[in-house]
Structure formats: C-alpha cells, structure tokens
C-alpha cells in the first residue's frame, strides 16, 4: 500500500531509527526463562509457593512488580523476574557489554533463585520443554495478557498453547549502528535459525518419555500462532518493510488505563487508520511497542533486535549462545553474511521444518548443520577475539565457547546426550539430582 494511506507512518519507522546506536554503545541483553517445580514429582509451581519465593527474593534488593492486586514478577534496577503463562520464570537481564558480565548475571540470578527456594522444596531442570506435566495439569499466570492469548492463539496455531505453558527459550538481544546493519543482524539470525534449533537443542521428552525430537519446543513453536520464519527475511530489508509486514498481523490486544482491550480478528493497519472497531482511537506508539512484542516469529525487531530460536539449556549453554551470537553478529557480520545471504530461501526453510527432529544431521545447501557449525563457530570465535573484552583473568569472551565447541566436534547436541542416559535408564529419574554448578570455568 502506499505511504500516504497511513498519515503518521513516519513517527512509527522513527521508532526504529531511534533505535540506532553508535558502534562503541553496542550492548548484549539476554532473556532466560526457566522452569519451576515443586516437590520430587515435579509438579509445577503453585502461584502461591512462586509468592513466596519472590518474597524471598527481596533480600537480595528485588522489589515487586504488580498487575492490579497480582504480583507478577520483581524488579531490581534494569533487570527484571517476570512470569511467563505457566509460572515459568524469565530474568530479563540488563543490557550488558559483554559476555563476561552476562555469564556473572546469569550466575548471580541463579544462585538467587536456588538460595531463595530453601524450605520451599522448590527445585529447577534445565530444559526446553517440561517432560513431567500435562498442559490440564499446568498453573495459570493471573496476568490479563495471558486470559486473552489463551483463548486466541490457538485460533492461529494448533500447538500455541502448548508453546505458552510447557516451553523455555533463551532471547538475545542486539544493537544495531544503521538500518544496513540491521537487515544483516536480522537476514542472518533468520538464515542461522536451523543451525541455531541443532546446536541449541534440549527439548527431547514429552509426558516422561522420548518424543521424537531433539527440540520439540521448536517443533511446537513452528505450530504457534504468530511465529516461524517472516517471509520478509530472504528479501533486501528495511525499517519500512518491516513495518509494513507487521502492521498486517491481527491486534493481539491493546491496553488503556492499565486494562486490556480484546481483539476481533482487526489487524493493526486498521488500528493505525482509526478503524478498530474495539476502540475509538487512532494506534499510537504505545500501541506499536505492544504490538511488536506480540510478534512471536524466531527473529524480531523492537528498537534492538531479538534471536529466540533456543531452547532453554544447562549453566554453560546460557553464556555459550549469547557468546556465539555477539562473536558473528558484532565483529564477524560482513563473512558470515556474505555466506549465508547466499542460500536459497526453500532451503533455509527445509532446513528450518526438518532440524528439530534431524539436529546436526538435517542439510542444508550441501553441508550438515555441524559441518556448517563448524564454519560459524570460527567466525564468531574470529569475532570474539577482534572484540578482545578481556576478564579479570584475562580471557577473552572465546572461553565461553566450550558447549558448542563441544556439540560441533562431537557432532552431538544436549538432547543426544540426555536422550543417551534416558537409554540407560529408561526414565527420566536422572533429573531429580540434578544439580547445577554455577561458578562458570570463564571467570
């Protein structure tokens, strides 16, 4: 459509201009959900046994966070504990320089969480989909947001719910310096989800037992409403064409005085035109950032731009993705772009639809994914020490490579391996004393 059918279009692309950072202001921000349990047969967390973990909480500066009369996560300067559908727990980490301090963050968080759960027999599996409960068996999240995505999504998506209540990602966050930069971070990150899905996956089990996949959480995310790969991504990018393309997702819902407006199937270009038959204004920018944030494909764009292609993973996996992500996306774009720009979309696409249930094995233009793995690794190892952020022992960020160093040698993710003690055992005990150490070998 033309410019002109949307009279204010410039203030919602200056949004994303706004974005734009200088190349010494880059910064890195990860968001890891985890899941929660509760007592030895892992039933998930009661809204009232998570209450009181994060009362626990406040003795470590954590202030709460409230929706009505709710509690629905804690804040502590520029990081935030928020609640995902089923009560699975989300740090939205601060917006850190590198990865040194990321890891730390992360292993402060965790050691908070684990001191804080003492009495409350409250304990964690690291893991992308939860292999112990049934979705009729899951706590609800009192958040609005959550009633409304509830009864919809599964309008778009016959998997949506199950992505809502049973899964844990992990998100990381870029900058980018211009609107160039920004197509080569997205275009990429969209190329790399297959690759990503392989390296990343921990998400083998379903009701107690093997599901088929590595990374069933992926599988479910292809059958969610509102995600997957945008089409957008294999064609030159911009500002505008992004929001042209998301503009024509249907409303999710919309907020005003803190209360949520329910959706009827509108998209946001009618929204924005004033024609939203649920309320009478015009879409305004508040309304846009709500709306971005309904957008659940593998790469998005906020005013920085988000990769959400892994499951949640063990304690090294958490420094090791970000590490990987800000070695190819800071230092090493140009090489890694010039050879993944280079793959036909059906391909990517092939490959995308098949790697959670073939893993390192699925191809794509010619090679395995660890033969490609081994490519990317090199690059953003490359990467990591051109950025030569050093730590008090004076290692740079390549030492948090280990996981996936390891996934490309052996030419075996996360799930391979928990698939092989499930083999030994047949049964998913192993996880009971599952304990994790959080004093990374990096610092």
């Not at 706004?18 to 880059?26: A, D, E, S, T």
């Not at 626990?56 to 804040?75: A, D, R, S």
């Not at 063990?314 to 590490?323: H, M, V």
Request: hydrophobic letters at 35%; one cysteine or more; proline letters at 4%.
């Amino acid at each position: 459509f033309l410019s002109m059918d949307i009279k204010n279009k410039s203030q919602f692309i200056e949004y994303f201009l706004k974005g734009i950072k200088k190349p010494n202001q880059l910064k890195i921000g990860v968001e890891h959900e985890r899941f929660l349990f509760e007592g030895q047969n892992k039933k998930r967390i009661s809204y009232i046994t998570l209450k009181k973990l994060f009362e626990n909480l406040k003795q470590n500066g954590w202030e709460p966070l409230f929706e009505k009369e709710n509690i629905i996560g804690m804040k502590r300067d520029n990081q935030q504990i928020t609640t995902e559908p089923g009560l699975q727990c989300e740090l939205s980490g601060a917006p850190l320089d590198n990865i040194h301090q990321v890891c730390a963050e992360s292993s402060k968080f965790l050691k908070e969480i684990e001191a804080a759960s003492i009495g409350l027999d409250i304990n964690t599996v690291s893991i992308g989909f939860d292999p112990f409960n049934n979705l009729s068996d899951i706590p609800k999240s009192p958040k609005q947001r959550y009633k409304i995505m509830t009864s919809e999504m599964p309008k778009g998506g016959s998997q949506s719910l199950e992505m809502m209540y049973r899964t844990c990602g992990i998100q990381i966050n870029y900058d980018y310096t211009s609107e160039i930069n920004f197509e080569k971070i997205f275009r990429l990150g969209n190329y790399l989800t297959p690759l990503t899905i392989a390296l990343y996956s921990n998400s083998p089990f379903e009701s107690g037992k093997p599901v088929g996949y590595f990374s069933y959480r992926n599988k479910v995310w292809q059958n969610t409403s509102r995600g997957g790969i945008m089409p957008i991504a294999f064609e030159k990018v911009s500002f505008e064409k992004y929001f042209d393309h998301v503009i024509e997702y249907p409303v999710l819902f919309a907020i005003r005085n803190k209360n949520y407006i329910e959706p009827n199937g509108q998209t946001f270009k009618d929204f924005i035109l004033g024609r939203f038959n649920n309320l009478k204004d015009e879409a305004n920018l508040n309304d846009f950032e709500t709306h971005l944030a309904t957008i659940f494909t593998e790469v998005r764009l906020k005013q920085y731009i988000e990769v959400r292609s892994l499951d949640a993973c063990d304690w090294e996996c958490l420094c090791d993705g970000p590490a990987f992500f800000t070695g190819l996306f800071y230092n090493s774009l140009d090489e890694a772009f010039e050879i993944a720009s280079k793959w036909k979309k059906e391909n990517v696409m092939s490959a995308y639809i098949e790697s959670p249930q073939k893993g390192l094995e699925t191809e794509l233009e010619g090679k395995k994914l660890y033969e490609w793995g081994k490519i990317f690794l090199d690059l953003a190892k490359k990467g990591l020490k051109e950025r030569n952020e050093v730590n008090s022992k004076g290692n740079n960020e390549t030492v948090y490579l280990n996981h996936v160093e390891n996934v490309v040698q052996n030419k075996k993710n996360r799930a391979q391996l928990l698939l092989e003690q499930y083999n030994k055992t047949k049964n998913l005990d192993f996880f009971k004393n599952e304990k994790e150490n959080f004093n990374y070998s990096g610092f």
